[in-house]
């Protein structure tokens, strides 16, 4: 059931057309306007998810470049640790030859990122309310990986207090990612941001890394 106590959101959008008149947008054009910028996205959801934007999720930009390299036709592509949903709706709305997942512990989260998926009426896109050694990774084709595990190490700078973290589930964390890993098919895309190699099986070729930012792009061999 997916009934939860958070208030509604997101705004209501209409497109204004003349004096006197108003008509409900088309969704092509509302989600056009939530894909445009990082602000304009933000906007999408409550004042205190916008002030975490920096540095929770990923910039539209990367999340593009990412999703384009991750979309194959007919693949499914899982986000380790979705959040809000950002990488998905994106992924989804610019590749609709795929299909993306993304899996989030956090009720609240999960619950906005579903709110979000309905109000764009994206059909391309999912979410999985869960931890993810819940999850079969050989059930998806390829993953996308924004380093979900650091807050344990930064505590400072979590998102919130709702769950456990520490060094050691840090450590748990990679070590279970890893041995996931090691248990995909031969060409499976991932592609890591803001992340340490150490979460990297060495099976993984690098395929493409940026110059100024941590966005790699891994193929398995």
């Known amino acids: 059931m997916d009934a939860y106590p958070f208030s509604h959101f997101p705004p209501v959008y209409h ?10 947008l088309k969704t092509e054009h509302i989600n056009f306007s939530i894909f445009r910028t990082d602000a304009d996205f933000d906007l999408f959801y409550h004042e205190h998810f916008q002030l975490m934007s920096l540095k929770q999720w990923t910039p539209l930009a990367i999340a593009r470049k990412a ?3 991750l ?15 950002k990488f998905c709706l994106t992924g989804a709305f610019f590749n609709p030859e795929a299909t993306f997942f993304g899996v989030e512990q956090r009720h609240e989260l999960y619950h906005y990122a579903k709110v979000a998926k309905n109000y ?23 993953f996308y990986f ?6 344990n190490i930064d505590q400072k700078n979590a998102i919130d207090d709702t769950i456990e973290t520490s060094y050691s589930l840090y450590t748990y964390y ?18 890591t941001y803001q992340c340490l ?5 060495i099976n993984f070729k690098l395929a493409w890394s940026s110059e100024n930012t941590l966005l790699r792009m891994w193929i398995k061999e």
């Open 15 to 24: 497109d204004q057309v003349k004096t006197g008149t108003i008509v409900p």
């Open 67 to 69: 999703a384009e390299f």
């Open 71 to 85: 979309a194959e036709p007919g693949s499914k592509v899982l986000d380790i640790g979705s959040g809000i949903g």
């Open 120 to 142: 764009t009426q994206l059909e391309n896109v999912g979410f999985i309310h869960a931890n993810i050694t819940q999850i079969n990774f050989k059930e998806f084709d390829h």
């Open 146 to 151: 924004y380093n979900a595990f650091y807050e």
């Open 174 to 191: 990679t070590e279970y990612l890893l041995a996931a890993l090691k248990g995909v098919k031969t060409g499976t895309r991932l592609v």
């Open 197 to 201: 190699d150490e979460v990297i099986d």
